[in-house]
């Protein structure tokens, strides 16, 4: 079973707007990373927050990370057709060794 | 050093034929992970190894499926007796050792049984 959940399952803009995606998980964490993934293509790694992290930017994206609600977000700003994609936060247990995503979030940027 | 390498991009084979696939990590790398996907579904946790030990298998690894990693630098998958569900994307991943470390993914190889 999937360790994390994604929300929207879909969602679609307007280039120029901001997005945001929401994961939700069910255990204790080390950290919780966030991926892009274009069609067919690879994983793209995006950004990791640890436990003790609370929020975290790398240029246009920002995430959050609350342990209390076991949930994070993913927030990209200004918002481009090049961001069209599906998004996936992964969790790493620690001792499991291994991330556990969700079923992302299909992003669609329209012009 | 350009990431992670996965051969081949593509496999088209036929339902009961063995498939190999390669995967190059990231050199310094010394974990490396197979994940599975399939169609609108995140990647499923396969395999892993810490150098050339494989240390945990998913139930989703069934005996027809084998991984080795025999120098602890490039590793092979391998499906014996393909059938039409093993058609997935099948992602190689490498990480340093230790806690809060990036994962950094192949592009993967697209298998498909007919």
């Known amino acids: 079973s999937q360790q994390g959940e994604e929300d929207p399952q879909a969602l679609s803009i307007q280039e120029g707007e901001n997005a945001t995606m929401n994961c939700s998980y069910k255990?204790?964490?080390?950290?919780l990373q966030w991926y892009r993934q274009n069609s067919g293509r690879g994983l793209v790694h995006l950004i990791l927050?640890?436990?003790?992290?609370r929020e975290k930017h790398s240029g246009r994206l920002r995430v959050t990370l609350d342990t209390s609600k076991k949930s994070s977000s993913l927030l990209i700003t200004a918002s481009r057709a090049a961001d069209t994609a599906s998004y996936f936060c992964?969790?790493?247990?620690?001792?499991?060794?291994?991330?556990?995503f969700g079923q992302g979030t299909r992003l669609t940027i329209n012009p | 050093d350009t990431g992670v390498s996965q051969n081949p991009r593509h496999k088209i084979t036929k339902r009961g034929q063995n498939v190999t696939f390669r995967c190059d990590p990231i050199?310094?790398?010394?974990?490396l992970y197979w994940y599975r996907q399939t169609l609108g579904q995140g990647p499923e946790f396969l395999t892993y190894?810490?150098?050339?030990?494989?240390?945990?298998k998913s139930r989703l690894l069934s005996d027809r499926f084998s991984a080795e990693r025999p120098k602890g630098s490039f590793s092979t998958l391998e499906i014996q007796r393909t059938e039409q569900g093993d058609s997935a994307m099948y992602l190689c991943?490498?990480?340093?050792?230790?806690?809060?470390?990036?994962?950094?993914f192949g592009q993967g190889t697209r298998l498909t049984v007919v």
């Open positions: 991943a490498s990480s340093l050792n230790g806690g809060n470390t990036e994962a950094f």
């Open positions: 255990t204790s964490i080390n950290n």
């Open positions: 927050i640890r436990s003790n992290e």
């Open positions: 992964a969790t790493d247990l620690g001792g499991a060794q291994k991330l556990v």
């Open positions: 050199s310094e790398h010394n974990r």
């Open positions: 190894f810490q150098n050339e030990a494989q240390l945990e």
